[in-house]
């Protein structure tokens, strides 16, 4: 019969300890800049329809890394610029294949 009693003592301290607490005013908010994005306001993904399907590309700092091709009849796949330059290779999927060493150390 101590834990319940324990349980209600806790939810009471914490409800006064946030009844307590001081209420912080909200972060100055900055205005939108006006104006056409710049070279270095690039979207990191762009999606491009087409009659064939979509391509999703995908960049870091401005340069295009992935290509994600989701034709309209078909599985989607990848084509990834593994080295940095410029030169797509295809993946069927995202998974490598790698699968690490699991053993179970407890069991409930």
């Given amino acids: 019969m101590r834990h319940p009693a324990f349980l209600l003592l806790t939810l009471m301290l914490s409800g006064l300890a946030v009844a ?60 990834i610029d593994q080295k940095g330059d410029g030169q797509f290779a295809r993946q069927d999927s995202l998974d490598s294949g790698l699968r690490p060493p699991m053993w179970v150390v407890k069991e409930f």
Avoid: F, W
């Avoid at 972060?27 to 306001?41: H, N």
């Fill in 20 to 79: 307590a607490a001081p209420s912080d005013s909200p972060p100055e908010l900055q205005p939108v800049p006006d104006g056409a994005p710049g070279p270095d306001d690039v979207p990191p993904v762009t999606i491009k329809p087409s009659a064939q399907g979509r391509v999703v590309e995908y960049r870091a700092n401005g340069k295009l890394y992935m290509l994600k091709v989701i034709p309209r009849a078909g599985k989607p796949y990848y084509l």
